[in-house]
């Protein structure tokens, strides 16, 4: 897979000079590397578009669903309840977490290619005084739908409730006014859409939240408070950090300010999902969420056919130099297609011209 392009939502292609990073060895003790993990702190606040009085960016140890569970970990107690809104394998797997821990919980599921609905939402809450948490997942990587941010938002704090966001696949290339919004708790992950590769995820957490959660963890290793106690005194990682990793997202900041910042990423990222939807539409794929639903993140096709081998096409493709992703439903025959990463319009083109070979026609 080495001279592969990953069309896929993370671990994602990356830039060389990214990679580059990777080749030096560097202390968890030294100063420039504690530096390095100060100066991703603040980045973090400034893509986000809030204040360093106001929130805070903490660095977690381990893949996205490591730093779910250490917010839910640190930011509940045994006495409050969650409304978890669902509608992909993301939000079933928050449902999952707060099952392990013993959390109250209220799951609102609604289908994988629709929206929640506000009224339904209302009347939950106003039906279960006990909920003190909302938790949704901006972009269901299940899907590629993208969720109404702003509706839940304004009802979380209509009701006055925390408000956690899994920003996994779309923070960095979706631009979120997170102060405007008033999220408590924001997560993603360093192999996302700042492109860099697999190690750690970070939260974006509200100064005043994070302040009460001291001795909520159930969990030493995920205790977020306590990671981000240790890490404001003077950027160490409470136990060993991914080194290179670290450096590696350090560049690939460096990258997303280089390009113009999220606006320009998004641009990119949405030229590239609406070349492949119209592509692969005229070539008998059809994309299974509606286009007005749709992120730019990652688009998943219903099988074009009822005898459409995947494994053969999936070869095929990769034949060629592409890796696409096996779908994650039950209930439909999918695959999905990622749009992020180092991925451009040409390798969009190219990618569609070979889909279309395959599918016996040509572009015209």
């Known amino acids: 897979m080495n001279n592969m392009k990953l069309l896929t939502p993370g671990p994602l292609t990356t830039t060389s000079t990214v990679k580059a990073e990777m080749l030096y060895d560097r202390c968890t003790w030294d100063e420039d590397y504690k530096g390095i993990t100060q100066k991703i702190r603040s980045q973090l606040l400034e893509l986000a578009g809030v204040s360093m009085h106001e929130y805070t960016a903490v660095l977690m140890q381990g893949s996205g669903t490591f730093v779910v569970e250490s917010v839910l970990q640190t930011a509940m107690r045994d006495k409050d309840k969650a409304l978890i809104i669902t509608n992909g394998a993301y939000g079933e797997r928050i449902v999952r977490i707060a099952q ?42 299940t899907t590629g739908i993208i969720n109404p941010i702003d509706m839940v938002a304004k009802l979380s704090k209509e009701y006055g409730k925390v408000l956690i966001i899994d920003a996994m696949s779309s923070f960095g290339g979706v631009e979120l006014d997170v102060s405007f919004l008033r999220i408590d708790y924001l997560i993603s992950s360093a192999n996302k859409c700042i492109q860099g590769v697999p190690g750690f995820g970070f939260v974006i957490a509200k100064l005043e939240e994070l302040l009460g959660c001291s001795g909520n963890s159930r969990s030493l290793s995920l205790d977020l408070y306590d990671q981000w106690r240790e890490m404001d005194r003077d950027g160490k990682w409470r136990y060993t950090s991914p080194t290179h990793v670290v450096a590696a997202f350090s560049k690939a900041l460096d990258e997303l300010i280089e390009e113009g ?9 949405r030229k590239n999902n609406q070349i492949l939807r119209k592509r692969l539409e005229k070539a008998g794929i059809r994309a299974y969420i509606a286009e007005e639903k749709q992120s730019p993140i990652i688009t998943t096709f219903l099988f074009p056919y009822e005898s459409f081998n995947f494994e053969d096409f999936y070869v095929y493709v990769k034949e060629r130099g592409f890796v696409l992703y096996p779908g994650k439903l039950t209930n439909f025959n999918t695959f999905r297609i990622g749009n992020i990463g180092e991925i451009y319009e040409e390798d969009i083109l190219v990618l569609c011209n070979i889909i279309e070979e395959y599918m016996g026609v040509l572009s015209k």
């Open 261 to 269: 910042g999220i606006s320009a990423r998004h641009s990119r990222y």
């Open 100 to 141: 392990y821990m013993g959390l109250p919980f209220h799951e609102y599921q609604v289908g994988y290619d629709q929206y929640p609905c506000e009224a339904d939402i209302k009347t939950i809450l106003e039906e279960d005084p006990a909920i003190t948490h909302m938790i949704m997942v901006h972009c269901e990587t």
